[in-house]
């Protein structure tokens, strides 16, 4: 059996990816500050989470705020006495080509993807390393890669593997493992927003012939915050169907 910590914080959480990875972690038992920007996201999700055997609190905040982390460390010490698990789930997308980038959407990209989940990973460590044990999970995007077009953003979910890599490290010996999940194309209804061509030409570039499904990446978290995955830190899993391998405009 994959124990999996008793409580933990996850941010954007009421976002497609985010509401899929909260409802599986409290299924499995994990008790959870979730946040999110939506303030009636969270109401949403919290009335949804009821009756599952981990308890979910909402608690609206933006990744912008540099208090933010802090309050949700407070908040999930009073409610659940500690935290074993941290799932950076927050994310902005808008991007432009660099000659377009205007410098405050550039600095918007990497304060929410970048320095935001570096501040809760910050707050929380010491509480982890007083344990003895934790798991840091960050989901990041295909996008560090390098995507066309995608300056900005391929930048900052870059920066979060490049700094969990070198966090790895550091923390490992306080029995915490820090990782990294980059997810795909996967189906949530911003992606189904997609002009019909551009939709059609995205799921032909995927070899296993599908697009991904928010459990795909809930499993990947389920697996990397229980205890069966304690030799694995400083990785980042791509969830892509095999894109990130394949010609991006193979047409097989």
Known sequence: MNQLPSSGIITGAAGGIGKALTLALASAGVNLIASDLDQGGLDALVRESAGLPGEVIGMAGNMLDAELPHRLRERALEAFGGIGLLVNCS??????RIQKMPAELFRQLIDINLIGPLRLIDAVAPVMKAA?????I????????????????SCAKGGIVGASRALA????????????????FIETPMARSLPPHILDRVLKAIPVGRAGTVEDIAGL??????????????????????RSISDPIADS
């Open 169 to 184: 490290l550091a923390l490992a010996p306080h029995g915490i493992t820090m990782n990294c999940i980059a997810p795909g």
């Open 221 to 242: 978290v389920l697996f990397l915050a229980g205890a069966g995955s304690g030799y694995i830190t400083g990785q980042t899993l791509i969830a892509c169907g095999g």
């Open 91 to 96: 994310g902005f997308l808008k991007d432009s």
């Open 138 to 153: 960050s989901i990041a995007s295909r996008a560090w890669l390098g995507n066309f077009g995608s300056s900005g953003y």
């Open 132 to 136: 003895g044990q934790g798991r840091i």
